[in-house]
């Protein structure tokens, strides 16, 4: 079984709520909503991502014998609560805002229906998977605004915090505008195209660069990118000039360099330079060696003769804002609604909707949150996607999915794109929404 589809993948207090809530009898239907209170800082937005995999997990809930009996022999659990849990399945309604929707604060991204007990549980899976990959693919949409046309690599697995995280970082990077990535897995589970080059090892294992150079080609005729910086970066493009007639006459084309440090915009003038003149105009530069977005921005403003950019730690970690103020919160119950009035994380009540309204260029111009009966104009960002756990629609293929992340990017107002943030985005708070939040707490 595969840990991560585990109900047990929870904190206990998910557990010990299910089992009061049964033996109180508190079944009724509840609507819980995530959402994310507050932007990291210098962020304009953020793009929802990791619906897929919600989906997938709401469809194969349940808990197994194993997992039964081991929750047994904890003597923590009663046998009302064991018995429901044995046959437990997701039940319920869910309505949520597409992968690759950019959105702000405040805005509910996912909303679950379901009988108290049930909605409930879902509680830390839900955010610990929609949480990651909005994060990244957040994260790595700044990085796709900085480099305009030039293709984004993927290349962070081995510094992902985990198996989990580098897999999905690597979906969640492509669906944000990525051209691929260098986890295997990554392509064989979602059908993104993958991407590598060679290690320092490599021309290390070799008693000299050129042969380590043509070992890599010939064992890789139609992906010879060479890595070049092991030991003299401007001496190993000449070697690769120099190797290049011999492996042409063996069918084999120099496909590119890989400068992985130092200086990167000055020694990709030079490499270029050199290329050029050995007659490898051909040849393409990618850049590696921990970047990150505002990097990017630099090699981009100096005009670096640069093709494409392989990004790692920063991205798959998003190093700059680790983590998100998101939270998933009961809305309503039993058709009560409910309002949390903590200090500095008071709550909307009621089950809600986005409507986003636009500028007569196209571009986003405001958002309003308002309850769902209340009548909205602009485009409703929440669509209805499981019904009595049951999906609606067949899941959507990643390309869908980064088409509609460009189609969301090229419509952000102009404030929004530069990686400083901007001014923030106007988020309305309908007035049906606010009479609702006062009566709620007038009955308190």
């Known amino acids: 079984m595969n840990p991560c589809s585990s109900v047990l993948l929870t904190d206990l207090y998910q557990l010990t709520m299910v089992q009061a809530y049964i033996e109180q009898g508190m079944m009724d239907t509840a609507v819980f909503e995530l959402f994310v209170r507050r932007l990291p800082a210098q962020r304009g937005f953020l793009m929802a991502a990791?619906?897929?995999?919600?989906?997938?997990?709401?469809?194969?809930?349940?808990?197994?014998p194993a997992e039964l009996e081991w929750l047994k022999q904890t003597g923590r659990f009663s046998r009302s609560c064991l018995d429901y849990l044995e046959t437990l399945r997701f039940s319920g309604d869910v309505h949520a805002m597409q992968e690759g929707t950019v959105f702000f604060p405040n805005e509910p991204i996912l909303r679950v229906t379901a009988p108290l007990p049930e909605a409930q549980l879902l509680e830390t899976r839900i955010m610990n998977l929609l949480n990651f990959q909005t994060l990244i693919a957040s994260k790595a949409a700044r990085s796709v605004l900085v480099a305009g046309e030039k293709p984004l690599i993927d290349f962070g697995l081995r510094r992902a915090h985990g198996a989990e995280a580098g897999l999905l970082a690597a979906r969640a990077s492509y669906l944000a505008g990525f051209a691929g990535t260098s986890t295997v897995l990554a392509g064989m589970e979602y059908d993104i195209p993958i991407y590598g080059t060679m290690a320092h090892s490599f021309?290390?294992?070799?008693?000299?660069?050129?042969?380590?150079?043509?070992?890599?080609?010939?064992?890789?005729?139609?992906?010879?990118v060479l890595l070049i910086d092991t030991y003299d970066t401007e001496a190993a493009a000449h070697k690769v000039v120099a190797l290049a007639?011999?492996?042409?006459?063996?069918?084999?084309?120099?496909k590119g360099v890989r400068l992985d440090s130092g200086d990167l915009a000055d020694h990709a003038r030079k490499v270029r330079r050199i290329l050029d003149e050995g007659g490898l105009p051909q040849a393409q530069i990618l850049a590696s060696g921990n970047l990150d977005e505002y990097q990017l921005q630099r090699l981009m403003a100096s005009g670096a003769p640069i093709d494409s950019f392989a990004v790692g730690t920063a991205m798959t970690t998003s190093a700059d804002a680790p983590s998100l103020d998101c939270a998933y919160?009961?809305?309503?119950?039993a058709g009560r609604p409910c309002r949390?009035?903590?200090?500095?994380?008071?709550?909307?009540p009621g089950p809600k909707q986005v409507y986003r309204q636009y500028h007569r260029n196209g571009r986003c111009d405001y958002d309003v949150v308002t309850t769902v009966q209340a009548p909205g104009a602009g485009d409703p960002l929440l669509h209805p996607v499981m019904t009595g756990g049951r999906r609606l629609a067949p899941a959507q293929r990643l390309t869908e999915l980064r088409q509609r992340a460009a189609t969301q990017l090229a419509i952000l107002p102009d404030s929004l794109r530069s990686l400083e943030g901007g001014h923030p985005y106007d988020v309305r708070i309908s007035q049906p929404l606010q009479d609702l939040a006062q009566a709620v707490d007038e009955c308190v």
């Open 50 to 64: 990791g619906l897929e995999q919600v989906l997938d997990f709401l469809e194969r809930l349940q808990v197994s």
């Open 203 to 224: 021309v290390q294992a070799h008693k000299d660069e050129k042969t380590a150079f043509e070992h890599f080609a010939l064992a890789q005729p139609k992906n010879a």
């Open 245 to 254: 007639p011999g492996l042409k006459q063996e069918g084999i084309m120099v």
């Open 329 to 333: 919160k009961l809305q309503e119950y």
């Open 340 to 348: 949390k009035r903590s200090e500095g994380k008071a709550t909307w």
